[in-house]
Nanobody, 115 residues
Framework: QVQLVESGGGLAQAGGSLRLSCAAS????????MSWYRQAVGKQRELVAR???????NYAESVKGRFTISGDAAKSTVYLQMDTLKAEDTAVYYC?????????WGQGIQVTVSS
């Protein structure tokens, strides 16, 4: 069983930055996507950003121009650089790696943005 571990969350002020990291407990092969999702209180989980091993990425409209996803499929790691944070970015953020043999999720990490 593969485990994903997120780090880098916490408290930031509006306009500030945080960088989330996600690492797998062991290498994952045949990765389709590496993604970040988030779930705010009382809301459904939503896709924030995803990236393919080849580097193609896409973002939710609400974070375009502010967040940047990057990853290293060979190391099964994925990052989310979050800039110009807003109060509405407050949520639990989840790392996901979807591969041929796995659909692995992290346990989630809290990001709180104070206005």
């Amino acid at each position: 069983q593969v485990q994903l571990v997120e780090s880098g969350g916490g408290l930031a002020q509006a306009g500030g930055s945080l960088r989330l990291s996600c690492a797998a407990s062991r290498n994952i092969f045949d990765i389709n996507y590496m993604s970040w999702y988030r779930q705010a209180v009382g809301k459904q989980r939503e896709l924030v950003a995803r990236i393919t091993p080849g580097g193609n990425s896409n973002y939710a409209e609400s974070v375009k121009g502010r967040f940047t996803i990057s990853g290293d499929a060979a190391k099964s790691t994925v990052y989310l650089q979050m800039d110009t944070l807003k109060a509405e970015d407050t949520a639990v953020y989840y790392c996901n790696i979807w591969a041929r043999a796995y659909d692995a999720w992290g346990q989630g990490i809290q990001v709180t943005v104070s206005s």
